[in-house]
């Protein structure tokens, strides 16, 4: 079955310290990986999406099929990094997307 | 431009009373999506709509119906609602399959 696994509920860090919010993925096909964020009082939105590999806000993300995972990585977080952050993967052939049951990112000064 | 629309933002309901919650995107997408979100289960899809005349159930679609009323609008209706349907309820669009989705500010459902 599909799956997306974010593993940790809440991470706490320190202002100016490495970020790296963890997602694994199950699907036997061809994955379409992304990255959502919700800020305070703010809508979900897009933060990156793995075939564009761009780096947005400082973060990146690599997508590693031999590890099924697409960690997100920062290598200096900021205040305004606090959000919560969802991984999510688009099924292939279909309109389908599943969501991790996301990360608190907690930065902290 | 406003993006996705969503009414209302907040609804309390008895079971058993039925609502259709709203969604409008002005951005001329294709793809119309709804989800639910709840504490430790992230976001579910219940309904999707690939484009205009089209709607297909998602991973939790029991107890809702969908229509897609045009381009523009993609409705969710309970017809007769339960306390497990107490959630917050997005509305989402994208202009294709996986491309970026966008999201409505949310619905935030109470069901006593």
């Known amino acids: 079955a599909q799956r997306v696994t974010q593993p940790e509920k809440l991470l706490s860090v320190f202002k100016g310290a490495p970020v790296e919010l963890k997602c694994n993925y199950s699907?036997?096909?061809?994955?379409?990986l992304f990255w959502y964020v919700q800020y305070s009082r703010q809508r979900l939105q897009l933060l990156l999406r793995?075939?564009s590999r761009e780096s947005i806000k400082g973060f990146t993300a690599d997508l590693n099929k031999g590890e099924t995972s697409f960690h997100l990585k920062k290598p200096f977080a900021q205040e305004e990094d606090s959000a919560m952050y969802y991984c999510?993967?688009?099924?292939?052939?279909?309109?389908?997307?599943?969501f991790g049951t996301g990360t608190r990112l907690k930065v902290l000064a | 431009n406003a993006g996705v629309t969503q009414t209302p933002k907040f609804q309390v309901l008895k079971t058993g009373q039925s609502m259709t919650l709203q969604c409008a995107q002005d951005?001329?997408?294709?793809?119309m999506y709804w989800y639910r979100q709840d504490p430790g289960m992230g976001l579910r899809l219940i309904y999707y709509?690939?484009?205009?005349?089209?709607?297909d159930k998602g991973e939790v679609p029991n107890g809702y119906n969908v229509s897609r009323l045009n381009k523009r609008e993609f409705s969710l209706r309970l017809e007769s609602a339960a306390p497990s349907q107490t959630s917050v309820y997005f509305c989402?669009?994208?202009?294709?399959?996986?491309?970026?989705?966008?999201f409505g500010p949310g619905t935030r459902l109470t069901v006593l």
């Open positions: 999510a993967l688009g099924l292939a052939g279909t309109y389908k997307y599943i």
């Open positions: 951005m001329n997408h294709n793809s």
């Open positions: 989402a669009s994208s202009e294709v399959a996986y491309n970026e989705q966008f």
């Open positions: 793995h075939i």
């Open positions: 709509s690939a484009s205009e005349g089209t709607t």
């Open positions: 699907y036997s096909g061809s994955p379409e």
